[in-house]
């Protein structure tokens, strides 16, 4: 008889890629400590070559969000499939993602394969429509627990055929 599948396989997040008092010392860091975790779960290839390809994009335009958002995000061969990690900060830390309303205390880090360009916009898109919500962001800030926020992520991607 085959080994139940791991209930997270499907999700997008899992709580072991979400990062609570994430303590970062500027947006490369966090990135870092995000993707870490991806890399951790098998979700990414290479490291190095992955970080590459969303600092990279960093350089192109801010990924910063109005509400202390950061959104760094990648297209990468280095990337089985589409992933997102969470990092909130430690209270009385902020990380400078380029927003205008000032620095981001959530960090969601995307990743998804090269190959899937709409995908990668489709996920971007929800995710922002979901962040632009203050009560959505405040779930997130106040949660304080990893399967809390896994799920607020993956609920708001419910619709997302992935």
Do not use: C, W
Not at 50 to 78: C, D, K, M, W, Y
Not at 108 to 135: C, D, N, Q
Request: aromatic fraction near 6%.
């Amino acid at each position: 008889m085959a080994e139940p599948l791991d209930r997270y396989d499907a999700e997008l997040t899992t709580p072991e890629m979400v990062i609570l008092e994430m303590d970062a010392i500027d947006k490369l860091d966090a990135t870092a400590q995000l993707a870490e975790r991806m890399h951790a779960a098998g979700r990414i290839s290479d490291l190095p070559g992955f970080l590459r390809h969303v600092n990279a994009r960093e350089h192109q335009l801010a990924t910063g969000l109005p509400g202390g958002i950061g959104l760094p995000h990648a297209r990468s061969e280095f990337v089985s499939r589409t992933t997102i990690a969470v990092g909130i900060t430690k209270y009385g830390r902020a990380l400078d993602f380029g927003a205008a309303d000032g620095p981001a205390t959530v960090v969601l880090l995307i990743a998804t394969p090269a190959s899937s360009f709409s995908e990668h916009l489709e996920v971007l898109a929800t995710l922002a429509r979901s962040l632009s919500k203050e009560s959505f962001r405040e779930s997130l800030r106040r949660a304080y627990d990893p399967e809390v926020i896994a799920e607020l992520i993956n609920s708001s991607l419910v619709f997302f055929d992935h």
